[in-house]
Nanobody, 123 residues
Framework: QVQLVESGGGLVQPGGSLRLSCATSGTIFTLDVMGWYRQTPGKQRELVATMTSGRLTTYADSVKDRFTVSRDGPKNTVSLQMNRLRSEDTAVYYC?????????????????WGQGTQVTVSS
């Protein structure tokens, strides 16, 4: 069973920086996609940033030029460097991973989630 464990959340002032990290266990294969989502009370979980095993990245418009996702493929770890944080970045941040398996007959996607880490941006 694949497990994702986040670390690095906390309280930071507006304009400050935080770095989130996510480690995996229980897998011997390279995960095809890794990244981060976030969620605030009453809202749907939203994509923050992801990176494929081929190093293709996707960012939410609201975090472009402020956040940077990186990963170590063989180790199946992913990090999120967050700079120039704003109050609206306050959320629970979840580590995410996807494994894709294919065969001549089918394509299967397996999604995994961490427990979440709180990020609070406040003065």
């Amino acid at each position: 069973q694949v497990q994702l464990v986040e670390s690095g959340g906390g309280l930071v002032q507006p304009g400050g920086s935080l770095r989130l990290s996510c480690a995996t266990s229980g897998t011997i294969f390279t995960l095809d996609v890794m990244g981060w989502y976030r969620q605030t009370p009453g809202k749907q979980r939203e994509l923050v940033a992801t990176m494929t095993s081929g190093r293709l990245t996707t960012y939410a418009d609201s975090v472009k030029d402020r956040f940077t996702v990186s990963r170590d493929g063989p180790k199946n770890t992913v990090s999120l460097q967050m700079n120039r944080l704003r109050s609206e970045d306050t959320a629970v941040y979840y580590c995410y991973a996807r494994r894709i398996t294919t065969s001549p007959e089918s394509r299967n996607e397996y999604d995994y989630w961490g427990q979440g880490t709180q990020v609070t941006v406040s003065s």
